[in-house]
Every structure is written in C-alpha cells, then in structure tokens.
C-alpha cells in the first residue's frame, strides 16, 4: 500500500510506534467516555441492590471497586474490540479526512491480521471480565454492543443518515452494562433512564460533530445528516428535538420517586443549558454554535450522571 495515501498535505509524519498505534486503536478518548458511563451506571445500581442494606465496611467497599473497576474495564475491552473493527472496515474512507487520514488502518500500518487478534484478544477478554466481575446479562449486553457497533452501525454510515439513531444503541448500553452487572433489575426506572438519557444525548452531541466536519464526512461518503442538509435547517431542529427529549427523560427517576431534590435542581439545569446550546445551532448554524453544543454535550454527561449517583432515594 502506498502510505502516501494517508497522509496529509504537508511534511510525512513519524511512525509513532506499534505501542502508540495498539493504544490509538481503542479510540481512548471515545473509550473514556465508556468507562465511565460503565463505572456511573454501577455506582447508580447499589442502592437499588439487596447488599445496599449491608453495613459499608472495608471488605465491602473493596468488593465494590473491584466491581465497578471490573464492568467498566471489560465494556472498554469490548469497546477497543470495536472501535478497532471499525477503523479496518473504514480505512480507505479515513484516508479521505484530515482527521482521521494518519490512522494506522488508514496509512497501512497496521493490518488485517494484526486487527483480527487485538479484536479477538480485546472482545473475549472484556466478555470474560463482564461475566467475572458482574453477571451473564452484562456479558451478553456487552457482545450485542459489539455487534450492533460493527455489523449494523458502521456500514449504515455509508447508507442512510438514520446511522446515527442506530448507533445511538450500543453507545447508550455501557450505563446499562454496569447497572445490570451490579446486580439491579433491567427494567427499573433508574436503569431505563440511564440508557434513554444517553440514547437521547448522542444526537445532538454526534450532530455538532457531524456539522463541523460535514465537509470532510462528504468526501469520504458518509451520510450524515449535515451532509445531505447542507443549510442545517434538519439537522438544527433534530439537535433541538433530542436535546428536549434528553431533558424529558432525565426526569423519569425523580418522577420514580428514585432520585432525590439535588438530581432534579442539577438535571434541569444541565438540560436548559445543553437545550440553549441546541437552540443556538438552530438560529446561527455555524461552526461556532456547533462547537458550544459540543462542548454543552461533553459537560452536560458527567454532571447529571454524577448526580444521579450521588443523590438516590429508595422510596423508588
């Protein structure tokens, strides 16, 4: 393969490493994000577990961290798994945008075969360590966030711009992964919530992503949705909608009886600023405006989720 061919204009970059390129393949910053969602998710289920009632003594609070430590860790095994999957199935389309253009699939140097065994080694490792650390339903959650990333999500990117509704799914499941392998119930409000609220949160986070490279994203043949709105009027009024409906579900543990005054003063606040922030792309349309929702975005998860964790009531 030409290496040429995934590189930018300008000087040839360094070959950083196979260490650094492994590492990459993850995709950390995105894999953070899955840590934690991962780890709040766990956070949020004990007190809504039998074991909650038991006094907290040190034994007790090391099993907890080597839980949550455990659920998070195997969703971002099986993440790596994915996200690395993904950038071999993208390569040639990386090499297109500036962005992604220096990627070891893209540039070629690092292959198939090597792809194959990180994903292997990554998605049985992460399952085991779901199934260790937390139970078969969380392992089980887990693969399917793996399938739906790889064999559905992906190749709909070059298809239709509903791809980001569907890979909306495996993205909102680590929050579940780590509520369910703490031993709480699938079906219990705060559980539900914590899927909805992240469902919902991916649109207009993903959208002002997606209006801020739509450019590169055209030329690589993605569907995005500012790629075939090009006056953003579809994609503004959708970053709006979901943002109202994140805020909407947000709600639902308070509404429970599950969450306490303190998560209902931080997630209504949280919510109008990240709305505000839609708002703002909805009126200007612009990189400026899609920058801020981006940033809204990356705020808005941590501090309401955080919230929910810390501000539990148990007449839910």
Known sequence: MNQSQGQTNGPPQADPGIVSDLYQLAKPRLSLLVVITAALGVGAAWPFTGEYTRPLTSPEMLDRILQMLGLSGGTALLAAAANALNQFWERKSDRLMQRTATRATAT??????????????????????????????????????????????????????????VGAIPGALPPLIGWCGAGAPWD???????????????????????????????????????????EGHQTARAALMWSLLMCAVSLVPVLSGAAGVIYLVVASAMGAFMTLRALGLAIQRDRISARRLFFASIIYLPIVLGALVANPSLRG
């Open 108 to 165: 070629g140097r690092i292959g198939g075969s090597v792809i194959f065994v990180y994903s292997i080694v990554t998605g049985v490792c992460g399952t085991a360590l779901l199934a260790l650390a937390g139970n078969r339903l969380a392992a089980i959650l887990g693969v399917l966030s793996l399938v739906l990333y790889v064999l559905i999500y992906t190749p709909l990117k070059k298809r239709t711009s509903l791809n980001t509704l």
């Open 188 to 230: 219990h409000p705060v559980g539900l919530s914590l899927f909805g609220i992240l469902f919902a949160w991916q649109i207009p986070h993903f959208l002002a992503i997606a209006w801020m490279y739509r450019e590169e994203y055209e030329k690589a043949g993605f569907r995005m949705l500012p790629v075939i709105d090009p």
